[in-house]
C-alpha cells in the first residue's frame, strides 16, 4: 500500500493511500468533530461539522469524505475553520428543538457538546420548526424525529450493519427525514428491536424506550453478552447496584456496534424480582429458608453419605452453559476429585457432542475452524439445519453482508422460509431430517465432475476410497427422492460450492440434534475437505454452537468422556497429569450421558443428582419422565438464579449469581475466550457458583483455596493444553482463541493453517443417511420441526423474565401453513392441540407463508418443557444425544 504524507497542523505525517483526512488525523491524535461519522458504516458527509481547511488549495473540505492526497496542507483548527464550523452548528440547531433540559440524551448528546465546545450559546437566527410526533408504540425504542439532524447514521446502521432496511430516508429537502416505508410505526415494519440505530444516534432522535436512568455519568463495565453463542461485547451501564442499560462494546470486538434485540434489551431478567436470593431447604414438601453454611453442610454430608452407601458413580452432577469457564472447570472437577465420578454433564452436550465426536475426528479439533468475522470472506456460504436469523443474529448479519456487499452466494438449505431467505442464491428445502443424502449427494457431482481439490486432498487428507463410497451411493437422482430438492438445485448447489475461492459450511441444532447427528457433522466435514475449503479465512466449517458458554462449558470437561481440554478420561497420561494438580486422580470409565443419568435415576441407580445452573426438566426431551426421575432421588441439588421447574423439585436450593454479578470468562462458538466482569452485586445472599463449589470441595475434602477466577484459570491453563497459555492478565488487553498453547502463543484465530493436529492428515469419513424412526403416518401425518426464537433463549428460564422480550412475546405458538389450516379448519389464531406419540400440548396457531405442505414449527424457547415433552427419547446413535428438532404429531382443532 502507497505511503502518502501531508501537511497536518504545521506537521508532516505519513499515512496509507485511501485513509481519509479524519482517519488520518484520528491516527495522530489530533481532534476533528463529527456527527455523521462511524468508523462501521460508509462515510456519508452529511453533516459538515468535520470541515478542515486546505491550505494548499484554500477549500474548506469534509474530512470524513475527503482522502488524503500527496501535497495536502490541512489545518483542523484555522479561525475559517472555527468559523464555518460555527455556523454549520447553528443551522442545525435552527431547526432543532431549544429542550436539551429534558432531552433524555442528555449530555450524551454530540450535537449539544459540540455546540458547547464552538461556544455556542442562544443562535442569532430564524428557527425553522420540524415537528413530528413522538413514536413509542413499540416495547423497545422511541422515536421523536423532531430532534433528528438527518445524519443518517440510523438508516447506515439498518442497512449496512443489521442489512434489515427496516428504513430509508424519505421526502426531500426540507421535508426529508429518515421512515419506515409509508411511514408505517416501528412495531409494523420490519424493525427487529436490534436498537443499533439507538446506539449511533447522536442526538436524542432515538431512544431506549425504558432506560431506567435518563441522566449521564454511568459506571460501565465491559463483559459479554449472556445469550447465545456468538459472543458479543457489551457494555454494562450501572448507577449504583443497578445496570441501566445495555449497550455495545466496540472495542477489540466481535460485534463492532452491534447488538440484536436480546443482548440490548433482554438483560433487565438480571434484577427480576423472581431471583433467588436466599438458601432454601426443602422440609415436609415445602421449603425453609436456611443459612448457607446449613445448607452447604447438608449437601456435603449427604452426598457422603450416598457415596458411602452405593459408591460415587451413584452420584451424578450437571453443569450449565450459563456458568463461566471457571465455574464448569470445577463442576467437572467437583464431580471427578471430591465425589469420584464421570457422571458429569450439561445441557450443552446434548448439542455439540456429536460436534466434539465428529470435528474431532474429521479434523483434530473440535470448535469452528474460523472466525465470525471471516464469514464476511466467504465466497460461497452453506447454511444447514439453522435460522441464524433467530439464533445467532451476530452470526445471521456477517452472512448477510456477505451476500449483499461482498457477492457471496448463500446456498440455503431450510424447509421452512425465514428472514435468511430473501439473501439466499439458492433455497433449498430438503425435507427434515435427509441433510446427509442432501450433502452427499453434492459431494457425487463434486466428485462426479471432477470438481474436488485434488492437490489438498493428496497432501492433506485419507480415506478418499471411504468419501467415493458413499457419494457412490447418493446420485442425484436419489437424493432427490429423499430430501424433495429437485435434481437440478442439487447439482447447482455442488457445482457452486465446489467452484468458490473459498467457501464455509455453518451448520445449527437442526443438524446436532438429530438421531443421526454426527453422521451429518462427518458428511458436512467430508464436504469441506473434499473442496479444500478449510485453514483460511473464509472457508471453513462453522457449528453454531447454541449459547453463551456452551463451547467453553465443554472445552472444561463437563463432559462423561472428556477431561478439560478434550483429553479423553480413558487416556492415562491425561489422568496422571491431572492426579498431579488435584492431589487426586479422575475416574477412568466413562461416565453416564445426561439422558442415561436420568434413565438411571428412574431405575434407582443415579441416587443424588448435583445440578449447577441447567434446567433440565425443560430441555430434556420427555420431561414427563425427566420429573419423575428428578422426583425419586434420594437427593437433589439445584443452583439457579430464578425458580424453575427443575429447582421445584430440588431438596436443596442455593440462589447463585448470574453473569452480571460475577468474573470470569466465557469462549463463545468462535473459540474467542473473554473476559465476564462483575457490575453489581448478586440480589440477597446470593453466590457466584464458583465459590459455592469451592466450600463444597473443601467440605468433602478436596483442597479448594482460590481466592478468585484468575486462580481457577491459572489452574485451567495447567489441565487443558489447548488453554495453557490463557491467563487474566492477557485477556485484560486481548481476547484469545484457543489453542493456545503457551504464554506467547498468539491463540489460533484460523485453525489448520499448517496441517492437522493427527499425522498432519484429515481424515474422510462414510457417512450413510438414515431414515428418521419418527417418521410420519396417517395418525401422525405432521412433521414438527422446532428452532430458536430472535426474542426469546434456552429454556426461557430468563428471557420470559425480561419484561421487554415478554411483553413482544409472551407466549408460544403453533406456525402452520394456509393450505393445511384451510384442510384442519384452523383460523389464524385458534388454539389448537398437538399431539405426538410422547406426548400433547396445546397452542395459538399462526398462519405463516413459506411453510412446506404437511410441516409446522413451534419456537423452542418460550415454553420450553411442554415442547420437549412432545419428544421420544430418540438418541443419536453415536454420542447418544437426543433429537429435539423433528417429530411427527397430528394437528386437532380445539
Ligand atoms: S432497531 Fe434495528 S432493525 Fe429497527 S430500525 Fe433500528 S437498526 Fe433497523
Ligand atoms: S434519527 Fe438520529 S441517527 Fe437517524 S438521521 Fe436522525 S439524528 Fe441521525
Ligand atoms: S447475537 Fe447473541 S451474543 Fe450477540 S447480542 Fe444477540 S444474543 Fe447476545
Ligand atoms: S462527520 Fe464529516 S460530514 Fe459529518
Known sequence: METITIVLNGKEISGRSG??????????????PTLCHSPHVAPFGACRVCLVEDEARHVLVASCVTPIAPGMTIRTDSPFVLETRRTVVELLLSSHPEACVLCDKGNACALRALAAELGIGGIDMDRIRRYSEIETANAFIERDLTKCIMCGLCVRACQEIQVIGAIDFAGRGFNARPATPFDMPLDKAACEYCGTCVTLCPVGALSEKTRQYRGTGLEQTPTVCSFCGSGCSIMLQTRGNRVMSVEPNEENSVNGASLCVRGHYGHDYIHNPERLTVPLIKENGSFKEASWDTALDLIAQRLMDIREQSGPDSIAVFGSFRCTNEENYLIQKFARAAVGTNNVSSSARMSTSPNIVGLTKAFGYPGATGTIADIEKSGVILCLGANPHESHPLIAQKIKRAARFHGAKLLLADPRQSRMTPFAHLWLRPAPGT???????????????????KDFVRERVDGLDKLLECARRYPPAYASKVTGVPVEQIVEAARVFAGADAACIIYGSGITQYPNATNSVLAIANLALATGNLGRPGAGVYPLVKENNGQGACDMGVLPDYLPGYRKVSDPEARADLEKLWGVAPPAGEGLTGVEIISQAAAGGIRAIMNVGANPVAVFADSTTM????????????????????TDLAHVVLPVACFAEKDGTFTSAERRIQRVRKAVDPPGQSRPEWQALSDL??????????????????????????YAGVSYARLERQTLHWPCE????????????????????????????????EETDMNFPFSLITRSHLYHFGSGARTMHSKQLKEMFPECFLEIGAEDAEGLAVADGQRVKIVSRAGSMELPARITPGLPRSVVFVPVSMSAAEVNSLFSTQLDVVTRTPNRKMCAVQIERM
Not at 488525523?25 to 481532534?31: C, F, L, N, S
Not at 439457579?640 to 421447574?645: C, L, M, S, V
Not at 498468539?746 to 492428515?761: C, I, K, M, N, T
Open 742 to 773: 503457551s504464554a506467547d502463543h498468539a491463540g489460533s484465530p484460523v485453525l489448520y493453517e499448517h496441517g492437522f493436529p493427527h499425522r498432519d492428515r484429515a481424515q474422510f469419513m462414510k457417512v450413510e443417511y438414515l431414515v428418521p424412526d
Open 19 to 32: 485513509m481519509t483526512v479524519l482517519e488520518l488525523a484520528r491516527e495522530a491524535g489530533v481532534k476533528i
Open 697 to 722: 470441595c473443601r467440605r468433602m475434602g478436596l483442597p479448594a483455596d482460590y481466592k478468585s477466577p484468575a486462580d481457577i484459570m491459572a489452574e485451567i491453563a495447567r489441565a487443558a493444553p489447548i
Open 627 to 646: 420429573k419423575k426421575a428428578l422426583e425419586s432421588l434420594d437427593f437433589f441439588v439445584a443452583l439457579d438464579i430464578f425458580p424453575t421447574p427443575t
Open 435 to 453: 441433510d446427509i443424502a442432501l450433502v452427499n449427494a453434492m459431494l457425487r457431482v463434486i466428485m462426479d465432475e471432477n470438481l474436488y481439490d
